[in-house]
C-alpha cells in the first residue's frame, strides 16, 4: 500500500522560508513522478510543481514564482519542497502526490488527475 505523509508546514511571517517533506512508503520514488499541489481555502487545488522520476523538476509559474525548488532523497524515498520568501498568498494546505511509475509529459504534471496517491496535507500559514 502506498502511503504519502507531507510534514513541515506551520506559521510564518512574510519573507520567512519553509521546508515541506514528503515521505512515501510502498513506492519506490525513482520510479514515478511526485507532486507538489496547494489548497487555500475556498479555492480549487493548484499545482506547484514536481519532479520526474529521472529528477528533473518542473513548476508551475503563477505559484512558485523562482521562490521554490523540489528536491528528493532516492535512499530515504522522500521528496522536498523548498519554499522561499513566502508571501500571505501562499497560505493554504500543501499536498504531495505521486504518479503512476513510468513517464509523464510535463504538461500532465499539472493535472491533479495525474497522480494516484495523495497524503492528507500540511498546512503553511504566512502572515503579514
Known amino acids: 500500500q502506498v502511503q504519502l505523509v507531507e510534514s513541515g508546514g506551520g506559521l510564518v511571517r512574510t519573507g520567512a522560508s519553509l521546508r515541506l517533506s514528503c515521505v512515501v512508503s510502498?513506492?519506490?520514488?525513482?520510479?514515478?513522478?511526485m507532486g507538489w499541489f496547494r489548497q487555500a481555502s475556498g479555492k480549487e487545488r493548484v499545482f506547484v510543481g514536481a519532479?520526474?522520476?529521472?529528477?528533473?523538476?518542473?513548476f508551475n509559474p503563477d505559484s512558485a514564482k523562482g521562490r521554490f525548488t523540489i528536491s528528493r532523497d532516492i535512499s530515504m524515498d522522500i521528496v522536498y519542497l523548498q519554499m522561499h520568501n513566502l508571501e500571505p498568498e501562499d497560505t493554504a494546505v500543501y499536498y504531495c502526490?505521486?504518479?503512476?511509475?513510468?513517464?509523464?509529459?510535463?504538461?500532465?504534471?499539472?493535472?491533479?488527475?495525474?497522480?494516484?496517491?495523495w497524503g492528507r496535507g500540511t498546512q503553511v500559514t504566512v502572515s503579514s
Open positions: 519532479i520526474s522520476r529521472t529528477g528533473g523538476a518542473t
Open positions: 510502498g513506492r519506490t520514488i525513482s520510479t514515478s513522478t
Open positions: 502526490a505521486a504518479a503512476r511509475p513510468g513517464y509523464v509529459a510535463r504538461q500532465a504534471m499539472f493535472a491533479a488527475t495525474t497522480y494516484e496517491y
